[in-house]
Structures are given as structure tokens and as C-alpha cells.
């Protein structure tokens, strides 16, 4: 009995370290781990005209994707990032495209040109972009449902590749 005993709370104690200090993910290659407290709250128009907040996105993993028409690995990555997105028709993740000081012809002709069916935001005098100093485009952060930055991934990736998609759906699904 007293063994019994013994066990149960080893185990109990061991549970809850475990599960208190499992900490961040860890990101696949091109990817780290960059918390640096909360994200900058902005509120932008999207190619329609509608408003959009980063509060808005609270409760949700979001995926804040900076990117540019003129940027090659920003025109490679997108495709990815289109493929991407049927896998996590999830409301638990939303995926957020920010052009870069770009007018929205420019914008509408390139997601045209390449077949994409996304909409982005326009951060037309680059105020937005400037708050999260991204050190090059494409430039990827991942802010967690309580609004905190956690993850960056400065450059293009097959963001479609399964090593990609199961550690967003393991974001989703950590918290």
C-alpha cells in the first residue's frame, strides 16, 4: 500500500513537471524561436477595402506573412503558402498576408498573375512593417492565441511540406 502510495505521487509529480515546463515547440529547420513579447497591434484595409485588426485574431494561432511583389522568394514562396491553406481550414489558425509598401494594382496583378485567391493586406506606407522589423522578405511570425510573437522564419519555404504542416497543426493543437 505504502508503495502504492509512493508511486502515485511520483507519477502525479512527474506529470505536472512534465507538462509545466514543456516549453515552445521545437521548430523545424528555418524556423526559431523568437519570443519577444507581444505582437504590435495594427489595423490595416485589405484589396477590398475591408478593416482588419490583429486584435480581431485573439484566440487564434496567427501565421503574419510580410511579403512583396518585386521579392523573388516572396513570388516562389506564395504558391506554397496557396497550398498551404487547405490544410488548416481550422479556426484555431489564420493565415495573414501583409504586402509590403505596395498600391493595390500592383498587388491585384501579381496574386492574379499567379494564381492565387488569397487576399492581402496593404501596408501601403510601410508603418505596419516597420513595428515588426522583419530582417528581409518573405518574413513569417507566428503569434500564439494570446497575442504574443513565438516563432519567425525570415525567407521562403515549401510551407506545404509535411516537417511544415504537422508543426503548425502541433501549434494548434499544443495549447
Known amino acids: ?11 502525479s509529480t512527474h506529470l505536472i513537471t512534465t507538462f509545466s515546463l514543456a516549453g515552445p515547440l521545437e521548430p523545424p529547420r528555418g524556423i526559431r524561436h523568437y519570443e519577444t513579447g507581444k505582437a504590435p497591434e ?50 484555431k489558425f489564420e493565415i495573414v498576408l501583409i504586402n509590403t509598401a505596395e498600391d493595390e494594382d500592383t498587388i491585384f496583378s501579381f496574386l492574379g498573375e499567379i494564381g492565387m485567391d488569397m487576399n492581402s493586406l496593404m501596408d501601403a506606407d510601410g508603418l505596419v512593417t516597420e513595428k515588426y522589423k522583419p530582417r528581409g522578405l518573405p518574413t513569417t511570425i507566428l503569434i500564439d492565441p494570446d497575442g504574443s510573437v513565438q516563432y519567425q522564419a525570415i ?5 506545404y511540406k509535411q516537417e511544415y504542416t504537422d508543426f503548425l497543426h502541433q501549434l494548434i493543437n499544443h495549447q
Do not use: Y
Open 1 to 11: 500500500m505504502k508503495t502504492g502510495i509512493l508511486l502515485l505521487l511520483f507519477l
Open 42 to 91: 495594427f489595423s490595416l484595409t485589405d484589396m477590398d477595402g475591408e478593416p482588419f485588426t490583429l486584435e480581431s485574431t485573439r484566440g487564434k494561432w496567427v501565421f503574419l506573412h510580410f511579403w512583396a511583389s518585386w521579392c523573388g522568394p516572396c513570388r516562389e514562396e506564395m504558391p506554397a503558402i496557396q497550398r498551404m491553406t487547405s490544410t488548416f481550414e481550422n479556426d
Open 155 to 159: 525567407g521562403g519555404r515549401e510551407w
